[in-house]
């Protein structure tokens, strides 16, 4: 599965996975057009090659307790392997991190940061972040409300990218 490409069938899988994880096998096969055994084969073929990496709950932030996200651009000192690998590493094993990305361009990490007050980001920033050897600066952005957030990715059919 790894080494061939996904075919529309595959990707019509993947965005009702996306859609709906907890759908059964014969509804899944039922909506991309498959009997259940082969859509079956498929999903486990998905999952074997890391396409489908798992399945989880989406929850609402706020309602339990999480209202505040806050997006930190991160500066290091110094863009060396070991400290870039060392900055990972930490963040990886702070909850309150839900999104890091390594960047180009003025700052070198930007995170998403879920709290449930200003005491308790201001708590992570003395507690962690400033503690991290390496980070230079720290800018701040509080998101005042959300537009839009999804866990689905923009899957386009083989066909339809033809026809474009």
């Keep these: 599965m790894a080494d061939r490409k996904l075919d529309d069938i595959d990707r019509r899988i993947l965005a009702a996975l996306q859609a709906d994880g907890r759908m059964t096998a014969q509804q899944l096969a039922d909506r ?17 090659a890391g396409i489908v990496k798992g399945y989880v709950a989406v929850i609402d932030q706020a309602k339990v307790g999480l209202p505040i996200s806050v997006f930190a651009s991160v500066k290091l000192e110094r863009q060396r ?10 963040v990886a ?21 879920v709290v449930g007050d200003l005491e308790s980001y201001e708590r992570f920033i003395k507690d962690k972040l400033t503690r991290l050897d390496g980070v230079a ?14 866990n689905a990715l923009p899957i386009p ?8």
């Design 32 to 48: 991309v057009g498959l009997s259940p055994s082969p859509c079956a084969r498929r999903v486990r073929l998905l999952e074997e």
């Design 93 to 113: 094993r702070w909850p309150e991190v839900v999104d890091c990305y390594l960047m180009t361009g003025q700052r070198d990490y930007l995170l998403r940061i």
């Design 81 to 90: 392997e070991d400290d870039l690998d060392r900055f990972s590493q930490a």
């Design 157 to 164: 059919l083989l066909a339809s990218k033809r026809a474009e």
């Design 137 to 150: 600066s720290i800018e701040s952005s509080f998101a005042l409300g959300q537009v839009k957030r999804s």
